[in-house]
């Protein structure tokens, strides 16, 4: 840049430096300036209010989920020991208290969902209805889990690789589940691309792609794994078993890949926590009444 432009935020003549560069006095990405000397009301400028309770709720609603899905996968364990004919390495006592500390965990993620519902104004309707539905959607998620690990999972421990019939009630306890999972990650995924836009574009003037579709899509490949178990309750012989297995698969790779999903969402709301605590610019920085030193790059800051 050729011509005087001073920072947004601390007021830092700009000029001699890239556009894609950042502020070198307070990290600011220099698109964010352009942006707000353009549209000082841009969505990704909009300020937070409750700036330190929408950056715990995200990173909560990511980390309990995490933690859910890693507890559900010790649970599981029952299963392998079965498959390598080992002795069961999980207690039914312990396997009972873990499916209650996994639900919990479920209803804290849903608690911190409530940050998507309306991070900031001017958030279209649409939008905050959205990721509204995302949090009541918790509600029938957490009563499906429940009865799913305090009910089934005590009486069918081995639903997978035992000798137990495909259990239809359990299955469509699975896809409740996965349809919840669905409706949670489009519903929350407006908002989200907005929190991902403003951190982008403070951090390094990018916008980041959201990985909630993908998640989304894992979780689909596991409903598809469960249906193939419904199927294979009305195949005959070699037919139903082959079902059983195939569906046995997808729903470990489905399964998988939405634990992935889920440390993915963390990483992310740690990486936009920063720039959702930090001070929003304000008009009165935009509009000039905030200057900043008459430095430049070339020219090294005066120090008292």
């Known amino acids: 840049m050729t011509g005087d432009l001073h920072c947004a935020k601390c007021g830092y003549n700009l000029k001699g430096l890239s556009v894609r560069s950042v502020c070198p006095e307070c990290?600011?990405?220099?698109?964010a300036t352009l942006l707000a000397k353009v549209d000082p009301h841009a969505a990704e400028l909009k300020p937070i209010v409750w700036r330190i309770p929408i950056a715990l709720g995200l990173v909560v609603w990511a980390a309990a989920g995490l933690l859910a899905a890693c507890i559900l996968w010790l649970l599981r364990t029952e299963d392998l020991a079965t498959l390598f004919g080992v002795a069961t390495p999980v207690s039914e006592g312990v396997s009972r208290r873990l499916g209650e500390l996994a639900v919990t965990l479920v209803g804290i993620s849903g608690l911190g969902s409530i940050a998507f519902i309306r991070p900031h104004a001017g958030i279209p309707g649409r939008q905050v209805f959205f990721a509204a539905v995302a949090a009541v959607a918790y509600i029938p998620m957490v009563f499906a889990l429940h009865r799913l690990v305090s009910v089934f999972n005590i009486a069918i421990p081995t639903p997978y690789f035992g000798s137990s019939p495909v259990s239809v009630t359990r299955v469509l306890l699975r896809l409740a589940i996965g349809a919840c999972l669905i409706v949670i990650a489009l519903g929350v995924r407006p908002n989200a691309r907005l929190l991902v836009a403003r951190s982008m574009l403070l951090r390094s003037g990018k916008v980041d792609r959201q990985t909630l579709y993908g998640f989304?899509?894992?979780v689909g490949v596991g409903m598809?794994?469960?249906l193939i178990h419904l199927a294979s309750t009305i195949g005959i012989g070699s037919l139903g078993s082959i079902a059983r297995l195939t569906g046995t698969a997808l729903i470990g790779v489905g399964s998988l890949l939405t634990t992935f999903g889920l440390l993915g969402l963390?990483?992310?709301g740690i990486r936009i926590m920063p720039t959702i605590i930090a001070a929003p610019i304000s008009e009165h920085d935009v509009l000039g009444s905030r200057t900043g030193p008459e430095f430049t790059?070339?020219?090294?800051?005066?120090?008292a």
């Not at 990290?27 to 698109?31: K, N, S």
């Open 27 to 31: 990290g600011l990405a220099i698109p």
């Open 216 to 218: 989304a899509g894992a």
């Open 224 to 226: 598809l794994g469960d």
């Open 266 to 268: 963390l990483i992310d």
């Open 297 to 303: 790059p070339h020219e090294p800051r005066r120090r």
